[in-house]
């Protein structure tokens, strides 16, 4: 029956697996919120109209001034000129117009009989028959008197009048005539009719049949007009007010265009608007996500793991945040090219130091994002501060990618250096981009800034390095190489008080690191833990063959349970002389597993032969614990192998694959690496690596005679 697990030990489980993790996560999107809520907070300036500005007041965002843009399209719709269309024909219609007029006078005339001595009632009565008929032909109408002189006219002046009135209309609509000079062409055609040839009658009557049919040929067209002065709206582009123009100047008079353009861009707003509060959510939410994401993989990826990276990651992530807000306010000293100052790059140098470098590059982006908030904030112009957000960017960029693999503390000018270089010409390529004229000044300051910030983020790493080194009991590479001095307390200590164990620990170094790379376990960790794993013999160093350089072995002189004790011993008191000297935990616990629980054979034979009971074999097992860890039994296994090894008399490729094969099934099948989380395939990989790297060490060498002698050397070669 499988047993229940208490609901406390659940929620403890819950709580200690789930809610640290997200707990954590929360916090620091909280965190970054807080320092970014400025972007979005109101930032109404100290304003009232016709009251002289004390300060320059920019629009924090790109809008569109609908009433100005507005005024605009009027203007443009009243300076558009209006639309004529000239129409050549009319001249002709006008002209067919008048022969109809002429022609029906002249058949009315025949068919009622009028001439000059026609009474009134005649000729009204003509007349009326005549304008009838023209009713639809013509919209031009003739006084009675004047078509009562047409009418009595004689068939020869009415014939010459038509010629004169076709003629005079003909010419005077020839040109463009407009309303406006409507009146100037009548007059003008009326004054050159000849007197000569027509009386006083005809020539008045004539007078006003050209003013009636002598039109505009030259008018408004309201279509085109009102298309060109469509056109012209629709070519005005919008009034826009641009993030960052200034809308009041320092010393202006404030009018009441400024407060409405500042009402528009939303200074005087004195509605709460949520919106770009969510938008600040949105933005922290993704930021925050991306960072959950990376340490997920820094996570699953690790074969250490311990939350104490991500109670890390998040210190170092929100102290760089911080440190850009403290550094965005640098500005109000109106300093040229201070904001430059920030010194972004410790932030990825120390990630990368203490996670990896993925997890750096990707930090080095967020934070650039949140910086480009941060400075925009300061500014009061922008929401965002794109330019410090592309030097933000390459500065923490280097600072992820500059450091080598198994560099120690930065170094100040080296890594310093080689940071400042790119934000020096990070910098001077955006002072570029801006066209605009070099102050020396002005850009030494800039530039000289830039390179300081280089220089003060690798300051700031080395100062605060031990401090998280030694609050989370962290193994850094860098602390792992600073271990490797051969100058170190310790590693002095095995070589002077037993040698031939120092010996034997730097070759099982080179082992235990080239076959911890084979399977992608920490080699530096290996071949570090493998200097300090034996450092317990330095308290009887004369107890173990590899220090009896004069041939005495004390074990001759003691039994073999005295001997057990002593041997057995020695990866104890290792693990507290590593304590005593405050050395890593990970290095400590390599030192106390080496061995396992493995069996002293020889001894445990000798103490069999030597008595007349069965022992017990577990008397003769250091007690452990198991290895716990790829690298710790990557180091059992190659202390074991050299040591063997170096026991062999005349050690040969072939019977070093037979040893090593010999101990590896022996450490299998003992169950050694039950507690550990290494593959059979990877103690495959181990095994090979060994082997091959053993084959190297003892390879085959010519034999020289013993009987060849030496040749006299000419002295003039010694």
């Known amino acids: 029956m499988t047993p229940t697990i208490p609901f406390k030990q659940k929620i403890k489980k819950f709580v200690l697996v789930y809610l640290t993790d997200w707990g954590i996560v929360l916090i620091v999107g909280l965190i970054l919120y807080g320092l970014m809520i400025g972007s979005v907070l109101p930032k109404n300036p100290n304003v009232k109209l016709h009251e002289i500005a004390t300060n320059d007041i920019q629009s924090p965002i790109d809008t569109v001034d609908t009433q100005a843009t507005q005024a605009k399209r009027q203007e443009a719709i009243g300076s558009t000129p209006s639309a004529y269309a000239y129409n050549k024909n009319l001249g002709l219609i006008q002209v067919e117009k008048v022969g109809d007029l002429f022609d029906t006078i002249a ?6 009989k009028i001439s000059s001595d026609s009474t009134q009632e005649q000729v009204n009565a003509a007349i009326k028959i005549i304008m009838d008929r023209l009713s639809d032909s013509t919209d031009s109408h003739l006084p009675n008197n004047t078509m009562t002189a047409l009418i009595t006219a004689s068939d020869h002046n009415l014939q010459i009048a038509e010629d004169i009135a076709s003629t005079s209309i003909y010419e005077a609509m020839n040109a463009k005539v407009g309303w406006n000079d409507l009146e100037r062409a009548q007059d003008k055609a009326s004054a050159s009719l000849p007197s000569s040839v027509l009386n006083d009658s005809i020539r008045r009557a004539l007078n006003e049949v050209l003013h009636a049919y002598i039109t505009a040929n030259y008018s408004f067209d309201a279509n085109a007009t009102k298309q060109n002065k469509q056109e012209a709206a629709r ?9 960052g123009e200034v809308i009041v100047k320092k010393g202006e008079l404030v009018t009441n265009d400024m407060i409405r353009q500042l009402k528009l861009v939303g200074l005087l707003d004195e509605h709460f608007n949520l919106i770009p509060f969510v938008g600040l959510l949105l933005f922290v939410s993704f930021i925050t996500f991306i960072f959950w994401f990376e340490y997920f993989r820094f996570k699953e990826n690790h074969p250490n793991y311990s ?6 990651y998040a210190i170092i992530f929100c102290g760089a945040a911080a440190i850009i807000k403290i550094c965005s306010y640098l500005r109000l000293t109106n300093i040229s090219g201070i904001s430059y100052l920030v010194p972004l790059a410790m932030a990825p140098l120390m990630i990368r130091i203490l996670l990896n470098e993925r997890v750096a590059v990707v930090s080095g982006l967020l934070l650039s994002l949140v910086g480009s908030v941060l400075f925009g904030i300061s500014a009061k112009a922008a929401i965002f501060d794109s330019s410090m957000g592309i030097v933000l960017f390459f500065s923490s960029l280097a600072g992820a990618l500059v450091l080598r693999k198994r560099q120690a503390r930065p170094k100040i000018m080296q890594t310093g250096g080689l940071i400042a270089l790119v934000n020096v010409l990070v910098v001077l390529s955006l002072l570029m981009f801006q066209n605009t004229p070099f102050s020396l000044l002005s850009t030494g300051l800039s530039l000289g800034f830039a ?8 300051v700031l790493t080395n100062g605060l390095m031990p401090l998280f080194e030694t609050g989370f009991s962290i193994l850094s590479p860098i602390r792992l190489i600073e271990l490797s001095n051969p100058n170190h307390p310790l590693l002095r200590k095995i070589l002077i008080e037993a040698p031939g164990t120092y010996h034997h620990s730097l070759m099982v170094a080179n082992l235990a690191e080239r076959a911890c790379e084979v399977i992608g376990a920490n080699g530096l960790l290996a071949r570090v833990a493998a200097y300090y794993h034996d450092v317990g013999k330095t308290k009887r160093p004369k107890f173990f063959v590899e220090n009896q350089m004069n041939g005495i072995n004390p074990h001759d002189k003691i039994s073999p349970q005295l001997s057990r004790t002593i041997i057995i011993s020695h990866p104890y008191d290792g693990a507290d002389i590593l304590r005593q000297y405050r050395m890593p935990k990970e290095i400590v616990n390599i030192a106390e597993q080496h ?7 020889y001894f445990y034979v000798k103490a069999q032969e030597q008595s007349e009971q069965p022992i017990d074999e ?3 097992r250091y007690p452990g614990p198991k290895v716990q860890s790829k690298e710790a039994a990557v180091v059992e296994l190659a202390d074991s192998i050299e040591a063997a090894v170096r026991s062999m008399k005349k050690p040969n490729p072939v019977k070093v694959n037979n040893l090593v094969k010999s101990i590896f099934n022996d450490r299998l099948s003992d169950g050694q690496f039950d507690e550990c989380n290494i593959t059979l395939k990877e103690l495959k990989s181990v095994e090979k690596s060994i082997d091959e ?3 190297g060490v003892y390879h085959s060498r010519i034999e020289y005679p013993k009987d060849l002698k030496m040749k006299k050397v000419n002295p003039k070669w010694q």
């Open 107 to 112: 058949e009315v005339k025949n068919d009622e």
């Open 235 to 243: 070519n005005v582009d919008n009034v826009v007010i641009h993030q």
């Open 307 to 312: 939350v104490k990276f991500l109670y890390i």
């Open 451 to 458: 390179a300081l910030s280089g220089f003060l983020s690798v």
């Open 595 to 601: 061995h396992g629980t493995t069996l002293l054979k």
């Open 618 to 620: 577990s008397e003769f």
């Open 693 to 695: 790297t053993l084959r």
